[in-house]
């Protein structure tokens, strides 16, 4: 029942930025574990960045220095913010939430928001 859907996602040149959201329909302080998923075409999905309750946060090696992860409890809400992309960060971008912690396997999850960065 509970409903994540992200958007913001769009067309950037490299270089460029682009900030993600995620509304989620419900309270968000009853999930531990936010966080943005993103598979390429060809490839698995793979996890970019974790907030949790405290705010503690953690990024994929390939992300870090780049992007940065936040939430919004008052607002139900999860931002991505993406810096200086690359092309290689093309992808479908996917909300997630679980009160534990992240995992394909479980948890809520959005619908999907397109990012395309062109070179």
């Known amino acids: 029942q509970v409903r994540l859907v992200e958007s913001g996602g769009g067309l950037v040149q490299a270089g460029g930025s682009l900030r993600l959201s995620c509304a989620a329909s419900e309270t968000t302080f009853r999930f531990n574990a936010m966080g943005w998923y993103r598979q390429a075409p060809g490839k698995q999905r793979e996890l970019v960045a974790v907030v949790v309750r405290t705010g503690d946060t953690n990024y994929a090696d390939s992300v870090k220095g780049r992007f940065t992860i936040s939430r919004d409890n008052a607002k139900n809400t999860l931002y991505l913010q993406m810096d200086s992309l690359k092309a290689e960060d093309t992808a479908v971008y996917y909300c997630?939430?679980?009160?534990?912690?992240?995992?394909?396997?479980?948890?809520?999850w959005g619908q999907g928001t397109q990012v395309t960065v062109s070179s």
């Open positions: 997630t939430a679980d009160p534990d912690y992240l995992s394909t396997s479980r948890g809520f």
